[in-house]
């Protein structure tokens, strides 16, 4: 299958609609917000999707249009359904400005409960200046064509693991065969994650599509050979770059389990070979 | 020279000294504290020494003693003298709480000035599992003995970069030749800096120490030929083991200039040879 065969339109895309915010008339910096079931791993909603929803009411906040360094705590499980951010502009400058959010949720006896803590200084991707001296590389990775969906994998193989997953159906996401192996059983060991990841309404990336692309691929625990649960601590990312349209090549590495925690570093490159991001979390590994 | 001729103990040093902060009487989470000139670049406060000051109230008012991620968002630039810290609770857990804590000082008007926003995770290093699967390897680099410090430099020439730097005199840091080449007009290119990294008076490292530890070794835009100032915009630290005694070694990298921007991440490594810190920082990149 060809990449992006419908297109749907940055700003009006299945990603825009369940992100979108709404300003809470009276209250300013408030947002009201509705967590979609449509992101969830298992029952749990993916950490990315929730960054990418704070981030979109920080936008909306703050003078300046795109997260540039954005760190996201996270507190407790969020889950499908109404959800209120509420933000802080703590410094506006003149290219860059600095705002805090929290997500709340109702617990069953109605009180508020916070379950994501953000801290961002945002600016403008498209007024940075053109200067460009990368010398980390690209990823090696086989092209899309020849990487692996969870469709293609084996019946019952891999869809124990990732087919009851809501996100998947709406991610476009083809696997390096090189780190699917744990699908089978027969994981790497490196700590390795790789893949070309687009939306599956073939909506472009953005900024705000890219704070999901960091956490949207398997764990590297799964090539670690662990499976269960890895919750994110805390996610940064800073964006460096506007994407290019199409997919994005995302790799995730892990060199230190230690402690009952890991680091997920995670690249992202455009299309154009830009390294549009990169970000790093602390996460909870599963026992083995 | 040998490495801690002279002996500090942890908690009766210059550093314990400089970065303490003291309970403000009748107001629960709030702490004074006073910004130390000894631990300057130039005329600008080290970003790593105030994090570690900020570090010390989240620990005085969290449960729990140790930063595993700390990030800092560094607003507005600080200056020795008088500081205010309020600290909140966002959480406190049984094995992990998240604290939130701002640094003010007063401008010439009397008003207060944010310098620095940071959120934390806090935990026990010393209650963490003892699980270890590093796959990053120490830095390559000489024995401390072989490695240069600031009073090895000629006459006149590291000087007027380095030499009249107050923090110079507080740490024992002994540089990478490989990555010291700029002192003598011919940086690497590489955007890497490498050194062994003591406290002057002998101090061993604990948490608070490496908080300063991955801020403290000259920028790696020194090492790309780019003189100047690099301002932090924002530093995040994953701490991931009590560090051993003696000097540790210290590696960063720059391997992305872009947009007027570039990423700086450190490994910290203990005389055990384990990776006891991890960082990254979004700092401005100086003009060519």
């Known amino acids: 299958m060809a990449y992006a065969a419908a297109r749907a339109a940055i700003g009006d895309s ?5 992100t979108a915010v709404t300003a809470r008339p009276g209250e300013p910096g ?3 917000a509705d967590l ?15 960054l990418a929803m704070v981030g979109r009411a920080l936008r909306a906040a703050l003078p300046h249009p795109d997260p540039i360094s954005i760190t996201a705590h996270y507190l407790t499980a969020s889950e499908p359904g109404p ?14 400005s600095t705002g805090q ?4 949720q109702r617990a069953e006896d109605g009180r508020e409960v916070e379950r994501i803590r953000v801290v961002a200084a945002y600016g403008d991707l498209g007024a940075l200046p053109d200067d460009v001296r990368t010398t980390a590389q690209p990823p090696a990775m086989p092209p899309y064509e020849a990487c692996v969906s969870s469709s293609d994998a084996p019946e019952g193989v891999a869809n124990p693991v990732v087919g009851s997953t809501a996100i998947l159906d709406r991610l476009d996401l083809r696997l390096d065969p090189a780190t699917a192996g744990w699908a089978l059983g027969a994981p790497s060991g490196a700590g390795d994650m790789r893949g070309w990841l687009g939306l599956a309404d073939g909506r472009d990336h953005d900024a705000m599509s890219l704070l999901l692309a960091v956490d949207a691929l398997p764990p590297t625990a799964f090539d670690l050979g662990l499976a269960g649960w890895v919750p994110t601590l805390e996610l940064t990312v800073h964006l460096r ?9 995302v790799s995730l590495t892990t060199r230190n389990l230690a402690g009952g925690l890991l680091e997920e570093d995670a690249q992202v490159w455009d299309s154009a070979s830009r390294l549009v991001a990169q970000s790093r979390q602390l996460a909870r590994a599963p026992r083995p």
């Open 14 to 18: 299945e990603f825009d609609r369940d």
């Open 30 to 32: 408030t947002y009201d």
């Open 36 to 50: 979609s079931a449509g992101w969830t791993i298992i029952r749990a909603v993916n950490g990315g999707y929730l």
């Open 83 to 96: 959800a209120v951010i509420r933000t802080e502009t703590v410094r506006a400058g003149r290219t860059m």
């Open 101 to 104: 959010a929290s997500l709340y």
């Open 241 to 249: 770059c506007k994407p290019a349209p199409g997919p994005v090549r």
